[in-house]
């Protein structure tokens, strides 16, 4: 009878094979359903960028001295629009048409051209840039309310660039809220 010496693990053997596992497993943290998987910058507005034509710091403006609501804009009413176009080629451009299921019309005033490499800039905060024309684009006519913390689609359409969704989040309020105290104050 002759005896086979049996292997048996040792304790060290099952250690590392557990830590070989558990480095295997938290590889798979780090997938597309991870938290860094989806962050974005920390600006206000949305940006996108269709062809040459890059949008920048998108947003609808919050409405100045409106007390604190669910909806800062309602049905029937008008909503300013920033943003920042860049038309990063050297061939001129220009913005055709603005639409948005969220109103009636998106209204479109001052001069849409985008020469080469210039910068057409809408907003109430807006300073005339070199190499810039201003436009102002308004929601007109709402068909639904404008809340915070949500975002509502504009189509933007381009002569050359063609149509490119926005996404615009409302942007933030330029004043405290009417029913906070301000910092710092110890008025009572």
Do not use: W
Request: glycine residues 12%.
């Amino acid at each position: 009878m002759s005896r086979t010496k049996r292997i048996r693990p040792t304790g060290a053997a099952v250690v590392i094979g557990a830590m070989i596992g558990m480095v295997g497993l938290a590889g798979c943290g780090a997938g597309q359903i991870s938290q860094t998987s989806n962050q974005v910058a920390a600006v206000s507005g949305a940006n996108i960028v269709v062809g040459h034509i890059a949008v920048r710091n998108a947003l609808i403006e919050y409405p100045v001295g409106v007390a604190p609501a669910a909806a800062v804009y309602r049905p029937g009413e008008t909503a300013p629009i920033q943003m920042a176009i860049v038309n990063e080629s050297d061939e001129a451009d220009r913005l055709v048409r603005a639409t948005s299921r969220v109103a009636g019309s998106v209204q479109l005033s001052g001069d849409t051209s985008l020469p080469g490499n210039h910068l057409l800039v809408s907003g109430t905060e807006v300073r005339a840039l070199p190499n810039s024309n201003e436009v102002q684009i308004t929601l007109a006519g709402l068909t639904d309310e404008i809340r915070p913390g949500l975002s509502y689609p504009v189509l933007l359409t381009f002569e050359r660039a063609g149509d490119v969704v926005v996404d615009l989040p409302v942007g933030n309020p330029a004043e405290a809220r009417l029913d906070e105290a301000p910092v710092g104050g110890g008025g009572h």
